[in-house]
């Protein structure tokens, strides 16, 4: 099936670093990526939809230059937690969909503990 | 409001038994219904999906209903196992391409021997 590589797993990192959190996928080309947080016992809650090529399309309270993205190519989108705080510790999740009606393939997760 | 719910946030059933896992949906109209398995510290990986004018699915032990009519959907695991024991997530997909699908907050069951 369908592979989407997510890295890296888990990031520990000092407050006020900037942390790149990378998502591809391996054998298909992905028009669409999205971004979820999960928080512990939660459910997945979408932060962002990247779309090749274009800005992306972040949710409600969600703040984009904080949390930024980048869908350089139909397989890999980034994603940059600017000036981390402890608080922005979480559990991220990248996914790509090859359309509608369509399983959506997530990357195994990345941890962040900001200390 | 929109709401998407899965009624037992924990399901305790002895193996070899069926574990019947809900999901409802409130104000949506999803094109397909999809299920989800999430072990802890991994990402969720696909197991079904099912149509909105189709009324069951299988797949080995697994079998998903949906009604659209009551706006919920049942996820069966047959002869359940320990190694079952996981969250199940269902998610609305709304048939609009580039669309997220909209998750529940799943059920943990727990499949003991």
């Known amino acids: 099936g369908a592979v989407v590589s997510q890295h890296p797993s888990w990031v520990i990192c000092k407050s006020g670093t900037s942390v790149k959190i990378e998502c591809r996928s391996l054998d298909f080309q992905a028009t669409t990526m999205f971004w979820y947080r999960q928080f512990p016992k939660q459910s997945l809650m979408l932060m962002a939809t990247s779309n090749e090529g274009s800005k992306a399309t972040y949710e409600q309270g969600v703040e984009k230059d904080k949390f930024l993205i980048n869908h350089a190519s139909l397989t890999l989108s980034t994603l940059t937690v600017t000036s981390a705080h402890p608080e922005d510790s979480s559990f991220y999740i990248c996914s790509a969909s090859s359309g509608s009606g369509q399983p959506q393939h997530f990357g195994d997760g990345t941890r962040l503990s900001i200390l | 409001s929109q709401k998407i719910e899965q009624n037992s946030e924990a399901l305790n059933i002895q193996e070899g038994k069926t574990a019947t896992l809900t999901c409802n949906y409130t104000?949506?109209?999803?094109?397909?219904l999809q299920w989800y398995r999430q072990d802890p510290g991994r990402g969720p990986v696909f197991l079904l999906l099912?149509?909105?004018?189709?009324k069951e699915k299988r797949k080995e032990r697994l079998k998903v209903t949906f009604d659209t009519t009551l706006k919920q959907s049942l996820f069966h695991i047959t002869a359940s196992q320990p190694a079952d024991s996981a969250t199940y997530l269902c998610a609305l997909d709304m048939g609009q391409a580039g669309t997220a699908l909209i998750f529940g907050k799943g059920t943990t069951l727990s499949v003991s021997s």
């Open positions: 104000n949506y109209s999803p094109a397909y």
């Open positions: 099912i149509r909105e004018n189709e």
